[in-house]
């Protein structure tokens, strides 16, 4: 959606309307692009929240709970948006109470407690089970 077109005397990144409509389909949201926000559902709102997210093409997106409310089609749609962003030299810092979110989607895990950080590392040396029981003896 960032995408230039060679020789293009525009990029769609310059045209917001145009950016804004496409990102709406993207996310699964265009059908819904005229209805009021207090219509929506909680999932819609996370796939709505997304391409606001994203509508800007930052370089770094700070995303608090993205995961919250989607079904299953909608988290694989954040994966993917996740990916591609990634891919495009975006960075990503998000919060999630979900492990496997968090190993799945980071390429490193830092945990909290008292507003301090308690642990972090890289996701490529943790396993599913290791995470877990780091994350119970740091919340204790």
């Not at 009021?36 to 909680?42: A, D, E, G, K, N």
């Not at 008292?114 to 780091?134: C, F, K, M, P």
Request: aromatic residues 2%; hydrophobic residues 40%; contains cysteine.
């Amino acid at each position: 959606i960032s995408a230039c077109l060679v020789g293009s005397e525009m990029c769609i990144r310059d045209r917001p309307q145009v950016r804004s409509t496409l990102l709406l389909q993207r996310v699964g949201m265009g059908k819904k692009a005229r209805e009021r926000v207090s219509s929506l559902s909680r999932g819609q709102l996370q796939r709505l929240a997304l391409a606001r997210a994203l509508l800007h093409d930052a370089q770094l997106l700070l995303l608090d709970e993205p995961d919250t409310g989607l079904d299953q089609d909608g988290l694989a749609l954040l994966t993917e948006l996740l990916a591609e962003h990634h891919a495009q030299g975006g960075t990503q810092l998000f919060t999630t109470h979900d492990l496997g979110a968090a190993m799945g989607r980071s390429d490193q895990v830092v945990m909290l407690s008292n507003g301090r950080v308690a642990y972090q590392r890289e996701t490529a040396s943790l396993e599913d089970a290791s995470i877990r029981q780091i994350y119970q003896e740091v919340v204790r």
